[in-house]
């Protein structure tokens, strides 16, 4: 199976988690990765500087309409919520889903609706259930889904509710789901917009996705 697209979500921890998933990706990983992280909606950029210091990725925050790319490491701004399309990102700026915006819910649907089984989704740690319906949906499309391991996250109740609502998902550590994601990119030729096409396509017409469920 060719992938597309990597979304993570995760909320109470998460700078610990995402600090060791992405410092564990191989510098040819290839799959452009999506980082939703919870935070305040004041937060200024520090998050993706953060995260820069920890990979030889290139990581940015996402500007509306911005290409997706491969081999990017991707970050939702703060109090924006991030819809996924083919090739692009759009920011919206609807009502917080589940308290959040951006809402991991959001993204994982409009991924899922963009890419269907080319999206791999993951749920990380969390203090909420902000995550499962959406990660639900990949999966009932298609997708690969993955889950920490609630017994090794620093808050269990985001990954715990992901397991419940989707059975079937791999829960693994975030090193093991490092490992899975790596090969998967490893054998996927399936690049949304390869790097070398930046700026070719544009992007004119308007989009915008309803979240799922109401704040």
């Not at 993706?48 to 290139?58: I, K, N, P």
Request: charged content about 20%.
């Amino acid at each position: 199976m060719a992938y597309s697209i990597l979304v993570v979500g995760t909320s109470w921890g998460g700078l610990n988690a995402l600090r060791e998933l992405v410092g564990a990706l191989p510098e040819d990983f290839r799959l452009p990765a999506v980082l939703v992280q919870h935070r305040h909606r004041q937060s200024d950029h520090l998050l993706s500087t953060f995260l820069q210091e920890r990979t030889r990725l290139e990581v940015v925050e996402v500007e509306d309409k911005m290409p997706i790319q491969s081999g990017m490491l991707f970050v939702a701004p703060a109090d924006y919520h991030l819809l996924i399309d083919r090739g692009f990102f759009t920011l919206s700026t609807d009502p917080p889903v589940r308290y959040s915006r951006p809402s991991i819910d959001v993204t994982f649907y409009s991924a899922a609706d963009a890419y269907a089984a080319a999206t791999v989704g993951v749920v990380l740690t969390g203090a909420n259930s902000d995550g499962s319906r959406g990660l639900r949906r990949i999966f009932d499309r298609g997708g690969l889904t993955l889950v920490q391991d609630p017994a090794t996250a620093e808050s269990p109740t985001m990954p715990s509710a992901a397991v419940r609502c989707v059975p079937g998902a791999r829960v693994q550590t975030i090193s093991q789901i490092a490992a899975t994601v790596a090969g998967l990119a490893a054998t996927s030729p399936d690049d949304p917009m390869p790097r070398d096409a930046r700026g070719v396509h544009r992007f004119d017409a308007p989009h915008r996705l309803s979240p799922p469920g109401s704040a």
